[in-house]
């Protein structure tokens, strides 16, 4: 798949294509349907399929200080599309600049003069262009003009999360905030993942017999409630069933927030410095503050024993 950020990189011989635009933060299975179709669609005329998207998230720019928690860092949003059968993504710096541009600007800049979009395909409230003002119905207005088709695909799923509201972005990251990581993986049809950096804490975990490994997430990433959770410590295309706390450690009286994960019966591991990702399964407990030390070691050996149980017969997450 080819991966291209701001119109400059795409080839100038880049022929028709079927487009479709959106933050896609997630890749939820809401847009799994949209993505699957403009993939289909462009199978079925025999051209590349294009994603569309932005960065930063364009409520940065329009409203300085409301970037949503995010629920995938572009790299990998791009690899999640990739295995939909996408051809090409599109990563659109969102400037100021960017976002005075006019709903049929927008359409010219972009579908026509760079990605000769054929047909077009997005989900019924999709809106674009200078203070969102252009919808599906003008994009069809301007189909007519310019020579392409416009689908609109209705990517409203829904299940137990939520209590049943529609799958959406917006849902999902407030499930996660809840701890409530399994309501967030049945929109987004995977585990959620936070990735980053292993760094150096203060290493209490080795001095009580169990060594984490202290993530430094990414900017603006979506981290659920301060817990304890069952999941996977993924390394190098290994997937570790891990035991991961989220919170503060106040059982030292710590302030800084982190994500912290024991790889379950691994031994001797050395993870500085290394990219690592963690996989959220299910909630096990809140973070609490306990009498003493030996308190607290015996419930990190329950909290260990019930992750260990849970992720017995659970199926790792492809890395």
Not at 178 to 195: K, Q, S, T, Y
């Amino acid at each position: 798949m080819q991966r291209w950020r701001g119109l400059e990189e795409i080839p100038e011989d880049w022929g028709r294509s079927v487009v479709t635009i959106g933050s896609y933060d997630g890749v939820h299975r809401g847009h799994q349907l949209i993505i699957g179709r403009a993939v289909e669609r462009a199978r079925e005329l025999g051209i590349p399929s294009v994603v569309v998207t932005f960065d930063p998230h364009p409520s940065e720019v329009v409203r300085p200080g409301s970037h949503p928690p995010l629920l995938a860092p572009h790299h990998r949003r791009a690899d999640l599309m990739a295995e939909l059968g996408v051809d090409a993504v599109l990563v659109l710096p969102f400037t100021h600049e960017f976002s005075k541009l006019s709903p049929a600007d927008f359409v010219v800049k972009v579908l026509i003069d760079r990605l000769h979009a054929k047909s077009v395909v997005e989900g019924p409230n999709f809106r674009f262009g200078h203070k969102a003002a252009g919808n599906v119905d003008f994009l069809r207005e301007l189909g007519a003009t310019y020579d392409y088709e416009v689908e609109v695909i209705d990517l409203f799923v829904s299940g137990e999360a939520g209590g049943g509201k529609p799958f959406s972005s917006t849902l999902t990251r407030a499930l996660i905030a809840e701890g409530d990581v399994a309501g967030a993986a049945e929109i987004l049809g995977r585990p959620h993942r936070v990735e980053g950096i292993v760094v150096r804490g203060a290493q209490r975990g080795r001095e009580l017999g169990f060594p984490t490994a202290n993530v430094e997430t990414l900017p603006h990433t979506a981290i659920p409630a301060d817990g304890v959770y069952a999941g996977w410590l993924q390394v190098d295309g290994e997937a570790m069933p891990a035991a991961v706390s989220v919170g503060t450690n106040p059982q030292f009286d710590g302030t800084e927030r982190t994500v912290e994960a024991y790889a379950i019966d691994r031994v001797g591991l050395d993870l500085y410095g290394l990219h690592v990702a963690v996989d959220f399964l299910a909630f096990v407990r809140g973070q609490a503050k306990f009498e003493s030390v030996d308190v607290l070691l015996d419930a990190i050996a329950d909290d260990v024993q019930r992750c260990r149980v849970l992720l017995a017969d659970a199926e790792a997450p492809r890395v």
